[in-house]
């Protein structure tokens, strides 16, 4: 996928002045975010999961390796097949080999982020394959020829109109004239057509929400049911998934179960939670005959052994997204990669690299909303803020910011200086301000002034009242 | 292919500051895994006979599930005609070849008893178990259930015995364990309520890919146990 990510500034301010997508985000902010809430007030332990939930995570990043060896040895077990691929082209090319080892001519996906990190997609249709996105979200968006524009809503952006224009454009086979206006009529359309494509696909591809070590299972969960038929009709299952993913026991599993839909979309529990292990068993009438799982780095190990670790607690649920202002005005696309809000302003500058994302953690009011709401307490602004340390570090400030900093330390280590300094200008602010009170401009600071008006200061400044108490 | 899994395993260790753990470690955690520890379940769940049956179909009422309390299982046949007249569809039913649905007097309907096809609108199945916490179905895989039954007819009635619910997760999972002593069934499926989606517009439509209608049969065994 194209890292549109350098032009943050002037991707979102298309995206402030686009209405139909302000509309779609109004629809957001009463959706999600409040459903959410209910779910929380609704089960008394839910604090207490998130506490738990956080460790487990901990435990197991602590324990990496150990888990995810043996979560090798319990699939070979079930008799699927793990595969490890170091970074993005690897896992490419190990799903290419395993559906041209099947045959495969149509490939049918659940939802799946990370096959979207990889662009595993644009890979197998340049090798002749047709591949099919399942969730009706994946779907709008493939015919669309878009990206996603949140983790779990991909299509969230797309109003119902631009929709049914897609379907008219695509279903050509389809009655011209047919009523095609409300959701529930696009909805029935898209379960018709892909119907048939469960029934005739060759390979099944899925993620995974997560890997249970003791008993080589990967676990989806979904709404709509897309992703279980996507697993079960296929002749070959192939789950892709990052090493992140792994939990140790099914125990851990229901912990961490138990605060994601609550999170995502404030549901008690997703309507689809699947347990896989292996390919179909002696006697089973259906589900795939051949099973793997294609283990992907891609950056994770970097981030496991820097200050950056906490992020790989992230269990992709959205919360954070759902309730950051930022990303409530300029959408996920503005982000310019897979991964938008907040936790894309921390994943996608050690995915993509700082040169290309140091604006997304820069894009932040810090209010800590997301931290308040990850359901593994994951200190996101903590770690945008690390991201502007570096960015600042390997020059990517503007001059004018370097220059303001600049002058800020030279009276910042002169504490006279710096009291002088403060008590006159002080003094000026309350001499240009008399009337008012305040100040409606001030000089090198009008996008500041432009929505707000700066309060004059009442008197005496901080460290003048503290040495006149204090002596 | 081998390449790549030294490289990660590499890179992790690496991450950690360490090499491999040391075996009496592994030991450790393996042994860990032979008796899971439970982390802290919900109270809500901490019910025992009819109270606990009621937890579960409530939950699975909030989750969109339709309940129906049968107090046997030669009740069965006739619920499924009643819901079928009801929803203005034949007397054609696909039915899972599990001994105890099988067994019940099916005269008048048209039976199908192989993996579904394309004109199959109607799936009645048993399943495994069930946890009340938030009225889910717990359906497993196996000679006696194809997992395509439980997503592709429009509609899917499920036979629950009272004495299969259990109050969380983890009550389901000891079931399952006993039963399936070596390893889980390929396909262990949670159903909590009807396939749904809110991708377009975030309007929340039931019957997105899967069943449009879940209808739960649930049969009063309570005092047979």
């Not at chain 1, 190990?94 to 662009?119: H, P, Y």
Request: glycine share 8%; proline share 7%.
């Amino acid at each position: 996928m194209r890292v549109t990510s350098p032009g943050f500034k002037a991707n979102a301010g298309r995206a402030l002045t686009d209405p139909q997508l302000q509309k779609a985000l109004k629809r957001l902010k009463g959706g999600f975010q409040v459903a959410r809430l209910k779910a929380a007030e609704q089960l008394p332990e839910f604090e207490a999961l998130r506490d738990q939930a956080r460790e487990i995570k901990d435990f197991t990043l602590a324990h990496l390796d150990f888990y995810l060896e043996l979560f090798e040895e319990r699939v070979g077990f079930a008799g699927g097949k793990v595969h490890w691929a170091a970074n993005a082209s690897a896992a490419r090319e190990i799903v290419l080999d395993i559906c041209r080892e099947a045959g495969a001519k149509k490939i049918l996906k659940g939802k799946s982020m990370v096959t979207e990190e990889i662009g595993l997609n644009d890979h197998l249709e340049a090798h002749g394959l047709q591949v099919i996105e399942t969730d009706l979200g994946e779907y709008i968006i493939q015919l669309r020829k878009e990206p996603p524009s949140h983790i779990i809503a991909p299509a969230i952006h797309v109003s119902k109109d631009q929709v049914s224009e897609d379907f008219r454009k695509h279903h050509t086979d389809l009655e011209p004239k047919r009523p095609l206006e409300e959701p529930r009529e696009l909805l029935d359309e898209a379960r018709q057509i892909l119907r048939e494509h469960f029934l005739t696909a060759d390979v099944g591809i899925t993620g995974a929400n997560f890997l249970v070590a003791a008993s080589g299972s990967s676990v989806i969960v979904t709404n709509e049911g897309n992703g279980d038929l996507t697993q079960t009709l296929a002749k070959t299952h192939i789950v892709v998934a990052s090493i992140e993913k792994v939990v140790p026991t099914m125990e851990d599993c229901a912990t961490l179960l138990r605060v994601l839909s609550r999170s995502a979309t404030g549901q008690e529990l997703s309507v689809y939670t699947t347990f896989s292990t292996g390919p179909r068993r002696a006697g089973d009438p259906d589900g795939p005959v051949d099973y793997h799982v294609v283990l992907l780095d891609n950056g994770r190990t970097q981030l496991l052994g820097n200050e950056f670790r906490e992020v790989l607690r992230c269990i992709r649920c959205g919360s954070c997204m759902n309730s950051c202002p930022v990303y409530g005005a300029v959408g996920g696309h503005a982000y310019g990669w897979v991964y938008p809000g907040p936790i894309g302003a921390v994943l996608t500058p050690a995915l993509v690299g700082v040169e290309k994302a140091w604006h997304l953690p820069s894009a932040s009011s810090f209010c800590g909303k997301c931290e308040e709401v990850c359901p593994v307490r994951i200190p996101l602004p903590k770690l945008m803020r690390h991201w502007r340390e570096r960015a600042f570090e390997a020059g990517k400030a503007p001059a004018t910011q370097r220059f303001g900093l600049k002058i800020w330390s030279l009276f910042a280590r002169r504490p006279g200086l710096y009291r002088l300094a403060t008590r006159l200008a002080s003094r000026l602010l309350r001499m240009l301000g008399r009337k008012r009170g305040s100040l409606s401009k001030l000089p090198l600071a009008g996008g500041w002034t432009s929505e707000r008006d700066l309060p004059v200061p009442p008197g005496p400044t901080f460290s003048d009242l503290y040495h006149r108490r204090k002596s | 292919m081998s390449a790549g899994r030294d490289i990660i395993l590499g890179r992790v260790r690496k991450a950690l500051g360490r090499g491999p753990l040391p075996p009496e470690k592994q030991l450790k955690l393996r042994s860990r895994l032979a008796h899971p520890k439970r982390n802290l379940v919900p109270q809500r769940g901490d019910l025992a006979g009819p109270e606990l049956v009621g937890l579960f179909v409530t939950m699975a009422r909030k989750a969109d599930a339709e309940v129906e309390r049968l107090s046997d299982w030669s009740q069965v046949p006739n619920a499924v005609r009643q819901y079928l007249d009801r929803n203005h569809l034949p007397l054609n039913i696909n039915l899972a070849p599990e001994p105890l649905l099988q067994a019940l007097d099916w005269d008048g309907f048209q039976v199908w008893r192989d993996l579904p096809r394309r004109e199959d609108k109607v799936a009645v199945t048993g399943c495994f178990a069930a946890a009340a916490e938030t009225g889910t179905l717990v359906v497993t895989s196996g000679p006696e259930h194809a997992t395509s039954l439980n997503l592709l007819p429009d509609h899917h009635l499920v036979v629950l015995p009272a004495s299969r619910i259990r109050g969380s997760y983890e009550d389901t999972w000891d079931m399952l364990r006993l039963a399936y002593p070596d390893a889980p069934p390929r396909t262990v499926l949670w159903i909590t309520g009807p396939s749904r989606t809110g991708d377009i517009e975030q309007t929340l439509q039931l019957g997105a890919h899967g069943p449009l209608r879940l209808q739960i049969l649930l049969i009063d065994d309570l005092d047979d146990a």
